[in-house]
C-alpha cells in the first residue's frame, strides 16, 4: 500500500515545477513516485486552521517520462491524513513562514512524521544558532547596534554582515576596515538600527568557496560539494556547474557534522545542510538544504538519490515501528 507524502514547496519550485532537476525537491518527489508513495505538494499559503485542525489544500503529483508533474486541482485533506509531510519553502523567514510553521503546532507528530519539524525550525535560525555550535563556528555578534557593527570590523579587519533571515546570499555583504561605505551598509542592513544582523570574522580561505556538508538524520554523507564564488564576488552566487568542485570531508570535520547531526536530529531536524570554510561552520541550513543531487551524480558518477531515499526511509521506519509495519522497497 503506497504511502501518503506531503511535500510544502516554494511558490517559485510550483511555479517552475516541471523538468527542474536543480532543486532538491524535484529529486525527492521524483523518488518517492518511482517507489510507489502517494506524493502530494503545496505551497505554505495552502496550510490553514479550521476548528483547531490543520488543513491543506493540496494536488496531487505524478511522474511521467522521468519528470514530474501535478494535477491542478487542488483538494483539501488534513494535515495529519499524510503520514509523512516535507516542509521545504525556502527563505525568507518572515511572518508568512512563521505562520505556516504554526500550523504544525496543531498536528499530531506522533501520527505524522515532520521533515523538518517546523515548530523546531521557527525556533532554530540557520545563522543565529551556529551558536548553539561556538566551538565550530568563526567569531561572530549578532547586534543591530552600528557602534558595535563598526567595532567588530576594526577589531577584525574583515568581516561578512549577514541578514538573519534570507538565503542564496542575498544581502550578504564583504565589510573591511577603512572602507567608506561601512555605516551606509551598516544602516541599509539594520534598517537604521531596528533590525539585527550577523557579523561573522572573515575567513580568508572563503576565495576557495564553502563545502556544504549534508546530513540526514544523524547520518553524515561522505559526498561533498564545494562551492566556488562567482565572478567579481566573494560568494558563491550563480548556480551553475562552473561554480561547483569535488570536496573531501576532514575527519574533523566528518566530526564535527556528526555532532551536530546528533543534536539537530534529536529536535526533529533531520535534513541539514552545513556550509563550512576552513573546518568553520558559517550556517546551518534547516529550512530547504539544497542537497546538489545533479551535481553530486556528474561529480562521483553516482545516483545520490538512492543514497538518500535509504538514509530518509531509515528515519521513517524508525518513527512508525513498532507501531507500523511498513513495507519499504529497498
Same mark, same amino acid.
Given at each position: 500500500?503506497?504511502?501518503?507524502?506531503?511535500?510544502?514547496?516554494?511558490?517559485?519550485?510550483?511555479?517552475?515545477?516541471?523538468?527542474?532537476?536543480?532543486?532538491?525537491?524535484?529529486?525527492?518527489?521524483?523518488?518517492?513516485?518511482?517507489?510507489?508513495?502517494?506524493?502530494?505538494?503545496?505551497?505554505?499559503?495552502?496550510?490553514?486552521?479550521?476548528?483547531?485542525?490543520?488543513?491543506?489544500?493540496?494536488?496531487?503529483?505524478?511522474?511521467?517520462?522521468?519528470?514530474?508533474?501535478?494535477?491542478?486541482?487542488?483538494?483539501?485533506?488534513?494535515?495529519?491524513?499524510?503520514?509523512?509531510?516535507?516542509?521545504?519553502?525556502?527563505?525568507?523567514?518572515?511572518?508568512?513562514?512563521?505562520?505556516?510553521?504554526?500550523?504544525?503546532?496543531?498536528?499530531?507528530?506522533?501520527?505524522?512524521?515532520?521533515?523538518?519539524?517546523?515548530?523546531?525550525?521557527?525556533?532554530?535560525?540557520?545563522?543565529?544558532?551556529?551558536?548553539?555550535?561556538?566551538?565550530?563556528?568563526?567569531?561572530?555578534?549578532?547586534?543591530?547596534?552600528?557602534?558595535?557593527?563598526?567595532?567588530?570590523?576594526?577589531?577584525?579587519?574583515?568581516?561578512?554582515?549577514?541578514?538573519?533571515?534570507?538565503?542564496?546570499?542575498? *544581502?550578504?555583504?564583504?565589510?573591511? #576596515?577603512?572602507? $567608506? +561605505?561601512?555605516?551606509? =551598509? %551598516?544602516?541599509?542592513?539594520?534598517?537604521?538600527?531596528?533590525?539585527?544582523?550577523?557579523?561573522?570574522?572573515?575567513?580568508?580561505?572563503?576565495?576557495?568557496?564553502?563545502?556544504?556538508?549534508?546530513?540526514?538524520?544523524?547520518?553524515?554523507?561522505?559526498?561533498?560539494?564545494?562551492?566556488?564564488?562567482?565572478?567579481?564576488?566573494?560568494?558563491?552566487?550563480?548556480?551553475?556547474?562552473?561554480?561547483?568542485?569535488?570536496?573531501?570531508?576532514?575527519?574533523?570535520?566528518?566530526?564535527?557534522?556528526?555532532?551536530?547531526?546528533?543534536?539537530?536530529?534529536?529536535?526533529?531536524?533531520?535534513?541539514?545542510?552545513?556550509?563550512?570554510?576552513?573546518?568553520?561552520?558559517?550556517?546551518?541550513?534547516?529550512?530547504?538544504?539544497?542537497?546538489?543531487?545533479?551535481?553530486?551524480?556528474?561529480?562521483? *558518477?553516482?545516483?545520490?538519490?538512492? #543514497?538518500?531515499? $535509504? +538514509?530518509?526511509?531509515? =528515519? %521513517?521506519?524508525?518513527?512508525?515501528?513498532?507501531?507500523?509495519?511498513?513495507?519499504?522497497?529497498?
Amino acid at each position: 500500500m503506497a504511502k501518503n507524502i506531503l511535500f510544502i514547496i516554494d511558490e517559485t519550485e510550483l511555479k517552475y515545477f516541471e523538468f527542474n532537476d536543480l532543486v532538491t525537491n524535484f529529486w525527492f518527489i521524483k523518488e518517492f513516485l518511482k517507489r510507489d508513495y502517494k506524493v502530494d505538494i503545496a505551497v505554505k499559503g495552502d496550510l490553514y486552521i479550521e476548528k483547531a485542525q490543520a488543513f491543506v489544500l493540496a494536488r496531487k503529483s505524478y511522474i511521467d517520462k522521468e519528470n514530474i508533474f501535478y494535477a491542478k486541482e487542488q483538494n483539501r485533506y488534513l494535515v495529519n491524513d499524510y503520514d509523512i509531510v516535507f516542509f521545504r519553502p525556502d527563505p525568507p523567514v518572515d511572518i508568512n513562514y512563521i505562520n505556516a510553521c504554526y500550523v504544525f503546532d496543531f498536528v499530531d507528530k506522533q501520527k505524522t512524521l515532520l521533515f523538518n519539524n517546523p515548530s523546531e525550525i521557527k525556533n532554530f535560525n540557520e545563522k543565529f544558532h551556529i551558536n548553539y555550535f561556538p566551538q565550530y563556528a568563526p567569531e561572530n555578534l549578532i547586534t543591530n547596534n552600528s557602534e558595535l557593527i563598526l567595532n567588530f570590523v576594526n577589531e577584525k579587519e574583515e568581516a561578512i554582515l549577514k541578514p538573519l533571515n534570507r538565503c542564496f546570499g542575498s *544581502g550578504v555583504y564583504y565589510m573591511k #576596515k577603512g572602507d $567608506k +561605505n561601512l555605516l551606509t =551598509i %551598516i544602516n541599509n542592513m539594520t534598517e537604521d538600527g531596528k533590525t539585527s544582523v550577523m557579523l561573522q570574522k572573515y575567513i580568508p580561505e572563503a576565495k576557495f568557496g564553502d563545502k556544504r556538508i549534508l546530513i540526514i538524520g544523524e547520518n553524515v554523507m561522505e559526498e561533498c560539494i564545494q562551492k566556488l564564488p562567482g565572478e567579481n564576488n566573494f560568494k558563491f552566487s550563480i548556480h551553475s556547474d562552473k561554480y561547483f568542485e569535488n570536496a573531501k570531508l576532514s575527519d574533523y570535520e566528518k566530526n564535527m557534522a556528526q555532532s551536530i547531526a546528533k543534536i539537530l536530529s534529536a529536535r526533529g531536524l533531520y535534513l541539514v545542510g552545513l556550509d563550512v570554510i576552513n573546518e568553520k561552520v558559517i550556517e546551518t541550513n534547516v529550512t530547504s538544504p539544497c542537497y546538489f543531487i545533479r551535481e553530486i551524480n556528474q561529480h562521483y *558518477g553516482i545516483h545520490f538519490e538512492d #543514497k538518500i531515499m $535509504k +538514509n530518509i526511509e531509515q =528515519i %521513517i521506519d524508525k518513527h512508525f515501528a513498532p507501531e507500523r509495519s511498513y513495507a519499504f522497497n529497498k
